[in-house]
């Protein structure tokens, strides 16, 4: 069976571009592939969070993955803090990565072009310390929105490098991005990525909104005065976008969707977004709550934990043993 994994960062409440980007992909792959998918906590902390809202969401994370179908029996679930390793290795991998190759990482020069202040030394390396999440398990596919497709690209540049210097060690990983959904944009400025560390509430629709408020959200979202229901993600990106969010939760191809608004306007389209969007997440939050009341999201973890970190255990001693670091015969 191939392998695959992926994580999320607990930095805020998970959106529906989460969702769509990539939960989706990992219940779709988890019979087919041998999965692990994590809580990337680690990596929250490259920007000043509060530790109670880091524990809440890293709860949530856990609970939603459940509630959106990730089976524990099928896929090993993790909290990334609870395995050293993960910042062993990627101490590691810092020091196989050169400054060029991070400062290239857009996410990092976007910030910078920005002027933002206070950008962490942890932020600068944290795509190393995702190779490190990554080669760990040697994944042979890693799914992710488009945004992080870099991030992979720079786990494969490691793994080859690591491989070349010292001998094979780490499987080479392939990023995998779906067609439809890899960006689901901001409702409120289309041409944006939907993320959760978002300000305005009213741009991002995140898995624990009231369905209602939810409803609103789309049916308020920005969308343009051409008044024709076509997929134009140039000329039209919020109708692009609200046709990429109904077609992935119907499962209705994009064109038969189009077909179906022939001469008709805006106003409809968004009230079956809306409908979906509100119908789905009535359905997962449900779901949500039971699995919070059962007291099973400690238990789950606890076994995925076992799981990851026999595994993580002997990667890193391998891993020191190639480089000189165990000197104990
Ligand atoms: P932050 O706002 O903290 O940067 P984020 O919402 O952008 O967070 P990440 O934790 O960076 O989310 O991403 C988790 C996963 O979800 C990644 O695979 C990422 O590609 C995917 N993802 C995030 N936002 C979107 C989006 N708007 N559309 C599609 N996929 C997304
Ligand atoms: N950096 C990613 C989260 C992440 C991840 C990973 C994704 C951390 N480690 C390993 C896939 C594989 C993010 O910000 N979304």
Same mark, same amino acid.
């Given at each position: 069976?191939?392998?695959?994994l992926?994580?999320i960062?607990?930095?805020?409440?998970l959106?529906?571009g989460?969702?769509?980007?990539?939960?989706?992909q990992?219940?779709?792959y988890q019979?087919?592939?041998?999965?692990f998918?994590?809580?990337a906590?680690?990596?929250?902390?490259?920007?000043?969070?509060?530790?109670?809202i880091?524990r809440?969401?890293?709860?949530?994370?856990v609970?939603?993955y459940?509630?959106a179908?990730l089976?524990?029996?099928?896929?090993?679930?993790?909290l990334?803090?609870?395995?050293p390793q993960h910042?062993e290795?990627?101490?590691?991998?810092?020091?196989?990565s050169y400054m060029?190759?991070?400062?290239?990482m857009?996410?990092?020069?976007?910030k910078?072009a920005?002027?933002e202040?206070?950008?962490t030394?942890?932020?600068?390396?944290y795509?190393s310390l995702?190779a490190?999440?990554?080669?760990?398990y040697?994944p042979d596919f890693?799914?992710?929105?488009?945004d992080?497709?870099?991030?992979v690209?720079?786990?494969?540049?490691?793994?080859?490098?690591?491989?070349h210097?010292?001998?094979d060690t780490?499987v080479?990983p392939?990023p995998l991005?779906?067609?439809?959904g890899a960006?689901?944009m901001s409702?409120?400025?289309?041409?944006?990525?939907?993320?959760?560390? $978002?300000?305005? %509430?009213k741009?991002?629709?995140? &898995?624990?909104?009231e369905? /209602?408020v939810?409803r609103k959200? #789309?049916? !308020?979202?920005?969308?343009?005065?051409l008044?024709?229901?076509r997929?134009d993600v $140039?000329?039209q %990106?919020g109708?692009a976008?609200? &046709?990429t969010i109904?077609? /992935?939760?119907?499962?209705?191809? #994009?064109d !038969?969707?189009i077909?179906r608004y022939e001469?008709?306007?805006?106003?409809?389209?968004k009230?079956e977004?809306?409908?979906?969007?509100?119908?789905?997440?009535?359905?997962?939050?449900a779901?949500?709550?039971?699995?919070v009341?059962s007291g099973?999201?400690d238990?789950i973890?606890?076994?995925?934990?076992?799981?990851a970190?026999?595994i993580?255990?002997?990667?890193?001693a391998k891993?020191?043993?190639?480089l000189g670091?165990s000197i104990?015969?």
């Amino acid at each position: 069976m191939k392998r695959m994994l992926s994580g999320i960062k607990p930095t805020g409440r998970l959106t529906l571009g989460n969702y769509i980007g990539a939960i989706r992909q990992f219940i779709a792959y988890q019979d087919e592939y041998e999965l692990f998918v994590f809580v990337a906590n680690m990596h929250a902390i490259t920007i000043p969070i509060d530790p109670k809202i880091l524990r809440q969401n890293s709860r949530d994370m856990v609970a939603l993955y459940l509630a959106a179908g990730l089976d524990p029996n099928k896929t090993t679930l993790f909290l990334q803090s609870d395995l050293p390793q993960h910042a062993e290795l990627g101490w590691i991998l810092t020091c196989h990565s050169y400054m060029g190759e991070l400062q290239r990482m857009t996410q990092y020069k976007d910030k910078t072009a920005k002027g933002e202040t206070g950008i962490t030394a942890g932020l600068f390396t944290y795509p190393s310390l995702m190779a490190a999440d990554i080669l760990m398990y040697d994944p042979d596919f890693v799914p992710v929105g488009i945004d992080q497709k870099q991030h992979v690209e720079l786990a494969r540049d490691l793994a080859e490098r690591f491989n070349h210097r010292y001998s094979d060690t780490f499987v080479v990983p392939q990023p995998l991005v779906e067609k439809v959904g890899a960006k689901i944009m901001s409702l409120q400025n289309p041409t944006k990525k939907m993320s959760k560390s $978002e300000d305005n %509430p009213k741009a991002t629709i995140d &898995l624990l909104d009231e369905p /209602a408020v939810a409803r609103k959200k #789309i049916l !308020s979202a920005v969308t343009d005065s051409l008044g024709v229901i076509r997929y134009d993600v $140039e000329e039209q %990106p919020g109708i692009a976008n609200l &046709l990429t969010i109904l077609s /992935a939760l119907s499962h209705e191809d #994009i064109d !038969s969707i189009i077909k179906r608004y022939e001469g008709k306007g805006y106003g409809e389209l968004k009230q079956e977004v809306a409908q979906v969007v509100s119908d789905f997440l009535t359905d997962l939050q449900a779901k949500y709550h039971d699995i919070v009341a059962s007291g099973s999201v400690d238990d789950i973890l606890k076994a995925g934990n076992e799981r990851a970190a026999r595994i993580a255990y002997k990667k890193v001693a391998k891993v020191k043993r190639k480089l000189g670091l165990s000197i104990i015969k």
